[in-house]
């Protein structure tokens, strides 16, 4: 008895593409729908499971819903001589209503109630083509994106900047000058101080020596009019 047709829609429907380069996981997305009134069950299996990471890799699609798989390819050492063999089928079969565990499910299902789509899968490399033109075109693409008014702006702030600089520069020339100005007047008001502190200083000395021999006098004096007096 033949299997009855596939009831999900696959996309894409035939062929699953991996883009290298291929030093790294490259993932391609599977997306699976379900049309019908009925939830389905899915299995996703591959003819070489050590190659590729599959996610989710079965469960199940309520009615009218759809569901991405991510099937994810293990890095590996690519030959553009070498062709692909590797393929994937979608297994399908109509969930029962009264559904409890899908392993079950799938141990107790008959030929007759299930249905499989295959895929196989291509590798691509980008072209030296393609990696040339990304790289001419970016730098056209970002120098298009300045127009002349822009370019003018730009100008203009640069200038703008440049006479900030300049005016921050005499600032602080200014602010050198004044501080070297104060520092000498700082020095030439303590120089004028100390002078003055020793002017005084001597004032005081010559007042004391005067005084000290006015007393003199006055002493020799003092004896002088005593021996007279005697």
């Known amino acids: 008895m033949a299997r009855p047709e596939q009831v999900l829609v696959l996309e894409p429907q035939h062929e699953l593409k991996f883009r290298g380069p291929f030093t790294d996981v490259v993932t391609a997305t599977l997306k699976l729908t379900n049309p019908t009134d009925r939830n389905v069950c899915f299995k996703v299996k591959t003819t070489a499971p050590r190659r590729y990471c599959v996610r989710p890799n079965s469960g199940i699609i309520d009615a009218g819903a759809s569901i991405n798989v991510s099937v994810m ?14 393929k994937f089928m979608v297994q399908s079969m109509l969930a029962p209503y009264d559904m409890t565990d899908m392993e079950g499910v799938w141990k107790e299902a008959k030929p007759e109630e299930l249905m499989d789509s295959k895929l196989r899968c291509a590798f691509e490399m980008p072209l030296e083509n393609d990696k040339t033109t990304e790289h001419s075109t970016l730098p056209k693409s970002a120098s298009a994106s300045l127009d002349d008014g822009e370019v003018k702006k730009i100008m203009e702030e640069c200038k703008r900047l440049q006479m900030e600089v300049q005016r921050l520069r005499e600032e602080n020339k200014q602010i050198r000058e004044d501080d070297g100005l104060r520092k000498r007047k700082v020095t030439s008001v303590a120089a004028s101080h100390s002078s003055s502190m020793s002017t005084s200083a001597m004032r005081d000395e010559g007042l004391s020596t005067r005084v000290l021999a006015f007393c003199v006098l006055l002493f020799v004096i003092g004896v002088i009019i005593g021996k007279l007096v005697l």
């Open 73 to 86: 390819l293990q890095p590996f050492d690519y030959d553009p001589n070498e062709k692909s063999k590797h």
